[in-house]
């Protein structure tokens, strides 16, 4: 029992290893916001919008996009949609009676999945500069200017940004994203970083290539694709948007498993990038892999070996380990930790990617999801 006390322990302290020396790295650049040369431009401007019975939201949503701080004649909106109720009929409406900006309404018979409908909105897209957004988030007025200005860097080709507020006030996604910010942040510094987000992503249109038909991290995919042919996307906090998610753990399953499905099918096809293209495959996409494919097995493997070691060597007392753990877990699902709510972001998120390998492994991982009316219902 002391050598599977000690294997869990090993374990354990391996699983946290890189996340000290990407620590240690932070500390000596003390990386502050974009890396990029912004400057002031205003380059004409595509919003993909992809819908699916959006009827509840999507005039809200349209209504933000023509407030943005941002000349609406420099602006097309690409609305791709494949709904059955009557979100189609709600754009052309809105758009009816306006000059600009325009509109580009992309009707699909059948719901093919996002990144074909991406795909599509992208080849029409006919600006310099497009940018993709989801119904239900919310983005800053002066997103547009800020992706502008970071793409005004030559070497710029791709940027997203941050969830500065987490509709529906849960801390457990607020206390990951503000980790993940962090992270981003060092891996712009030092390249370009792997994850790009949902709600706000920016492309030059020229960069702009095609994406797998059954991804399931679409923006992340397109950004990586960018960087695989020689520009660099990055990440800059000054570009805030907001998205609803869950505290509670069943509940986040469905968002967050999807996600981290996504994330280690790309990170496995695009494994050739390991140990090329500067710091972004020598170091950003190793830690990458650390985090999403063999942390949570780490982590999983401690956790169980733990639970024998201790009821091994304490008997029923033992058992008090893997209690904690749950009462660990209902804790921070009901955000209830206080300062150690963060390590409960991570834990979860690990779960997450644990989760998601199991069922890749199993052969799952569909393009094609529910939406979450939960979400929807905080969203309006």
Known sequence: MRR??????????????????YLAVAVILDPEGSPADKRPAEPTISIVLPTYNEERIVEGKLSELV?????????????????????????????????????????????RGLSPALNDAYAAAANEVVVKTDCDSRIAADALREAAANLADPSVRAVTGRNAEVLG???????????????????????????????????????????????????????????????????DPAIRYKEAAHSEFRKRRQQ?????????????????????FGNYGRVVLPFNWWFMLISPWLLMTGLVLSSAAAVGLAGPLGLLVPAGVVAFVRAGS?????????????????????????????????????VDQELRDVYE
């Open 4 to 21: 599977i006390r000690n294997a869990a322990v090993g374990l354990l302290g391996l699983t946290g290893l890189p996340y000290l020396c």
């Open 334 to 370: 009901r955000d209830a930790l206080g300062r150690l709510q963060p390590a409960y972001s991570l834990f979860d998120t690990q779960v997450s990617l644990f989760k998601a390998s199991v069922t890749l492994l199993r052969g799952g991982g569909s393009e094609i999801w529910d």
């Open 169 to 235: 006030g849960s801390a457990v996604e607020a206390g990951y994203r503000d980790i993940q910010s962090r992270i981003q942040v060092l891996e712009s510094h030092l390249d370009s970083t792997l994850i790009f987000h949902g709600p706000f992503s920016a492309f030059e249109n020229d960069a702009i290539v095609p994406i797998d038909s059954d991804s399931i991290a679409d923006d992340s995919e397109l950004a990586l694709r960018i960087r695989k042919n020689g520009g660099r996307a990055v990440f």
């Open 67 to 111: 407030d943005l701080d941002y000349p609406m004649e420099h602006v097309e909106v690409v609305v791709v949609d494949s709904s059955d109720d009557e979100t189609r009929d709600i754009v052309r409406s809105f758009f009816a009676d306006r000059d600009a900006p325009t509109l580009t309404l992309i009707e699909e018979d059948e719901r």
């Open 256 to 276: 967050k498993d999807r996600r981290a499905m996504g994330l280690l099918r790309l990170l496995w096809r695009q494994r050739s990038m390991l140990g090329g």
